[in-house]
């Protein structure tokens, strides 16, 4: 932790500690850390987030410290295999006060010998609205993306005007009625809006989650302006500050470097890479939560070995071989995919722009610096 008599501000980071949450929150916080270094920023995750994340191998800011949470899983626990089951663990000891966030703070607050001044959370934990609340502090909320942040602030509308009954078959259906969106196909909504187990712990989360985002001080999303305008200038009128200050990966500022990359290509991907032509490549990945069944590892291998299709294998969604195939000739070898990489360099461009000097998230980034460092209520 920083020098405690340089401290001049104390703020409380809340991860939600699954999949890559900790990592990307944790992007921010160097960036804000790294911007104001007499400001102690109080980590608090698992105790396997803390390991891979805080590791003597990753360069952190020393005014940002971690401090061990519980994960929720009881003593010689034995995990059925059931989906998102260490997820609904942690929520339920959570929700049941057996994880006290208060508890953990106020130790924070006696080692760093100040009292939080603003509380930083996933979007995911929708409760750090109330304990900032309690609290007196702002808080600030962390997203991935505007699309999704808005289906979820629109369950309610969404539920009340497409109904949770007999939705089956009716992934198709195209819609006209969400604020921000031309049109939006059912079946590209969230799961646990309108698909899905409705009344399961993470399902309930992110219904939660929806209705508290009236609450936060400023949303800041991995994101930026110019991908969604639409979308972003409807978030920005129905919230009180709706800040895009991504991609997390690449903000940078004016001020001061961004902080050291802490990626680390332990198992040669690069060199593989560099080994092979552009756009010859299929990259497949399913973050570190879920998993396939076997037998989809095994469509999906036979897909990529039966188009020729080097391919880097990172880790859900049923796959079949046919239709892997399908998706594989559409995205390297069909005009349509020659369209989406055009489309996603244009979208590059614009995101370089948006983090350089002048760009729409290094302002956004500004703005929530002040919010972080000097915003009082």
């Not at 939705?167 to 309108?194: C, H, M, Q, T, Y």
């Not at 349509?336 to 983090?355: H, N, T």
Request: charged content about 20%.
């Amino acid at each position: 932790m920083a020098n405690i008599s340089k401290v001049d501000r104390h703020v409380a980071v809340l991860p939600f500690p699954f999949s890559s949450h900790p990592s990307r929150l944790l992007r921010l916080v160097r960036r804000l850390a790294t911007a104001a270094p007499t400001v102690a920023f109080s980590f608090y995750t698992t105790p396997q987030s803390i390991a891979s994340l805080f590791s003597p191998s990753k360069k952190v800011p020393e005014n940002i410290k971690p401090y061990a949470v519980w994960d929720g899983v009881p003593e010689g626990y034995v995990f059925s295999g059931k989906p998102q089951e260490h997820i609904n663990l942690y929520l339920a000891a959570v929700e049941e006060g057996e994880i006290s966030l208060k508890e953990v703070l106020k130790a924070a607050e006696a080692e760093v010998g100040r009292k939080i001044g603003c509380v930083i959370s996933d979007s995911f934990l929708w409760f750090a609205g109330d304990l900032a609340e309690e609290m007196g502090v702002p808080w600030v909320l962390s997203c991935a993306g505007a699309r999704a942040l808005s289906a979820h602030f629109y369950t309610d509308l969404i539920r009340e005007t497409v109904g949770i009954h007999d939705i089956a078959g009716r992934e198709n259906d195209i819609v006209k009625f969400v604020p921000g969106f031309s049109e939006l196909r059912l079946g590209d909504l969230p799961i646990g809006v309108l698909f899905g187990n409705l009344e399961s712990p993470f399902a309930v989360m992110l219904h939660k989650m929806g209705r508290a985002l009236p609450k936060a001080t400023a949303i800041a999303v991995n994101s930026f302006e110019e991908l969604d305008p639409e979308i972003n200038q409807d978030l920005k009128s129905k919230l009180k500050m709706f800040l895009n200050v991504g991609p997390f990966n690449s903000i940078s500022s004016s001020s001061s470097p961004p902080p050291p990359s802490s990626f680390s290509d332990e198992y040669g991907c690069i060199a593989w890479l560099d080994n092979h032509k552009a756009v010859s490549v299929a990259y497949i990945g399913f973050g570190t939560v879920a998993t396939l069944p076997p037998a989809e590892i095994a469509a999906l291998a036979e897909a990529l070995e039966a188009n020729g299709t080097p391919f880097l294998w990172l880790e859900d969604g049923v796959f079949t071989k046919s239709g892997a195939m399908s998706a594989l000739e559409m995205v390297l070898s069909s005009e349509k995919g020659k369209e989406l990489r055009e489309q996603a360099g244009k979208f590059r461009e614009l995101a370089l722009k948006a983090v350089g000097p002048k760009g729409s998230s290094t302002r956004n980034l500004n703005t929530l610096l002040e919010v972080v460092t000097r915003y009082n209520l």
